[in-house]
């Protein structure tokens, strides 16, 4: 620390997350399970990634998004998780003041541009349900590229924006953030200089990269239930609901615990609550993704058994030529 010979306050050089510091006597079980559920997000997003990738029969415009979505689900997994799992290993809580902004500045454009790609999504099975005719027209390969290069760029321009303000302001006092993880409200309550500005342009940016992306969704999904009950047939409305119920599922839980969180984020009586619902859509909702995108969807788990299958095959041609060669000689 710093001091300041003309102002009486220390100048914070770096922050310590408090996070789950009330809970040690499970630290060593709360970091198995984190592990767990890291090794789990990083499998089950990296194989839908592959299973994408590899099967052609799975390059049509939902399973591009949906291959976007498991690749940033990857990077916004590992800018929270690794640094809880050190921090209940090495039992190390403490953080630079820039390497805490460089955090925030990584979450923030990786949950913006989570907003723009499930509206993307939303957009997408409005198509495929409600415009069935125009489908490969309205949704073809260059207007999916414009829709997910749009959402990366503007969320990276949009979170360039905030950073800066951010990196002009001061911290001094206390370096203590009620939190696993550094949240822009949090680190803006330890700032010494004037936040109103910074406060300003978060609420315009944050309406900006999340309502419309929101109303989308919700306008989206409207006409596709309304489209599903108008379907005569019992059959034809649940295939119609199978392949956009994961979507919604998903959806729901992330803005749903979001929106639980901002709501009570200057609640000191509900701190610990608070931690609670960061948990649902910080870590388990990069988790949830894979499981029900795979779970429940059958072009993935078809995709999946060709995989084993082949890799199957594989094996035992390997294990024919092993078995031939030791016999020959």
Known sequence: MKKLEWRNETIITGFILHGFGDLKEIHILLFILFLIIYIMTMAGNLLIIALIVTDHHLYTPMYFFLGNLSCLETCYSSTILPRILASLLYENYTVSVNGCILQLWAFVFLAVTECYLLAAMSYDRYLAICRPLHYSTLMNFKICV??????????????????????KLSFCGHNLIEHFFCDFIPMMNLACSDTSQVKLVSAILTSVSTLPPFFLTIVSYTYIIAA??????????QKAFSTCSSHLIVVTIFYGSLTIVYLMQDSNELKELNKVFSVFYTILTPLINPLIYSLRNKEVRRALRMCLSKKTSFFYVLFYFHMFYRRKN
Request: avoid cysteine.
């Open 228 to 237: 599903i009950l108008g379907i005569p047939s019992i059959v034809g409305r």
């Open 146 to 167: 414009q829709l997910v290069l749009g959402s990366w760029i503007g969320s990276f321009v949009i979170d360039i924006i905030l950073l800066t303000f951010i990196s």
